[in-house]
Structure formats: C-alpha cells, structure tokens
C-alpha cells in the first residue's frame, strides 16, 4: 500500500457507502508504512477524519475501510496539519477500540493471513502504542486535569415545508362579439307601361303577398383547450446563521495564601 496511490482515493465503509477522498497520509515511524488517513468528511468535505487503516483493503474503486461511515466521521477532532502527538494517537486507538497488542491486526470480519507489508504495518503501530503508554507511565506523577467543551455540529436536515396545489374551477364572465347579419326590405319600383302592349284590363281589387327573411344570430358554444400549466420544482440554495449556546469548562488554580502554610 504506497502512500502516492492513497492520496485522492476515494475510501468505502464496511457498508460500501463512500465517504470521501483520502487527504493526508500518516506513515508509522518505524516502518514507515501508512498507518492512517484524513479523509474529507462533513458538510462540502471541510472536515478531515482520522481513519486506521489496520483491516483496510485497497480495490479498483479505491480504499475500502473496516468502520462504518457514522464512525469515522464522528472521529476526534485532531488537526491534520503535522505530526500525531503520542496522546493523539492515544485518544484516536481508544476511539477505534484497538487494542495495544492488536494494533496493526485486522478488524473483525477480516480472514486469512495478512501480507507481509501489513504485518510491518502492525508491527510499527505496537510499537507507537508501548511508547506513547510509556510516555503516559513516565507521567503518571503529575496531577492532570482535563477541560472539555461543548462545539456546534450543524448539519442540514430535508423537512416538509409546506404544499402547493394546482386546482382548476370554473367562471363565468360576459362576451360580446358582434356578428354580421342581413335582411330582406321591400321596395316599390314603379314604370310606364307600353300602350301598344297594354291589352284590355278590368279594374278590380287584387293582393299579392311577398315573403321577407332576415338573418338571426344563432349562438352556440364549444370547449377547447387553450393553454397548458405546469408545475416544477427547483432546488434555491441560500444562506443561513445559525446560533446557539454552548458550555465549556475552566480550570482555575486555588493557591494557598501566603503565611497559611506552617
């Protein structure tokens, strides 16, 4: 496992959900082997998680680790920015369940004989292990106190905001539309009768009756579609504080008043 292939892979948990992309690579000291990685976690890959990579297995599709991926990224904080302190490596081993005299074994669910650069890989994490524990002996004089505090997590959570509905009813409203229409008049046209073509006429009554039409506006309706209305969605990323309180302890030291000591 060569330190060049690890950085920018992409690492898998026990699960084969992905993680994030290999940052930094930590090598042991002895061995000079890779013994941990950062990987990008969080929110847009902020946040670098110490992973071990005892039990890991490198694929085509890039590292795939022996932790789950809640795990790892609730890793301790530790700045990826220099070497790993022995208490560092301490805190990191006592988070990941490893014992000392198991450092550098694969985790469980892992079978068959490690490889050769594995076992060195084992070997030098013993080794960190003993000397850190006995840097802590050698310390064991001292009266050590630890501060904690509180620090915000913020995350993002997808919530039901409200529903938007399209609904389609009916109105009526008035239209007026002005159509051409004809009819028919009567009209008198009187001429001149020829008397060479006269001829012999009685006088009487006579009637005679001529039919008008007239056009009416018939009216009459007809649906048809006229428009279509559709709805989507789009996600708008904006920008929000959040604010909180948090609590953090304080050491304060009692020295004793002078003359008050015999």
Not at 237 to 254: F, H, L, S
């Amino acid at each position: 496992m060569r330190p060049q292939e690890l950085v920018g892979a992409e690492v898998y948990d026990t699960r084969g959900d992905r993680v994030g992309k290999v940052a930094t690579v930590y090598l042991s000291e002895e061995s000079q082997q890779p013994e941990w990685v950062t990987v990008h976690t969080g929110l847009f890959g902020h946040k670098e998680s110490f992973v071990p990579l005892a039990g890991a297995q490198t694929a085509t599709d890039g590292l795939h680790v022996n932790w789950g991926k809640d795990k790892i990224k609730e890793a301790p904080r530790i700045d990826a920015d220099g070497r790993l302190s022995a208490q560092e490596s301490m805190n990191l081993y006592d988070y990941y369940g490893i014992p000392v005299q198991r450092a550098g074994e694969p985790g469980r669910g892992q079978q068959g004989r490690m490889p050769q650069d594995r076992q060195t890989q084992g070997r030098g994490q013993d080794e960190m292990r003993a000397r850190a524990k006995g840097d802590q002996r050698g310390r064991a004089d001292d009266q050590v106190m630890t501060r904690s505090e509180e620090q915000l997590k913020v995350g993002t959570q997808r919530v039901e905001t409200g529903r938007v509905r399209l609904r389609k009813h009916v109105v009526t409203e008035e239209q007026q539309v002005t159509v051409p229409v004809s009819h028919e008049e009567v009209r008198i046209e009187r001429e001149p009768i020829d008397p060479r073509n006269a001829g012999k006429t009685e006088i009487g009554e006579e009637e005679q009756e001529v039919v008008l039409h007239a056009d009416k506006p018939v009216i009459g309706k007809e649906s048809v579609p006229v428009e279509q209305v559709r709805m989507r969605t789009e996600e708008v990323t904006e920008q929000q504080q959040v604010r909180d309180k948090v609590r953090k302890e304080q050491i304060d030291v009692d020295r004793p008043r002078p003359g008050s000591v015999k």
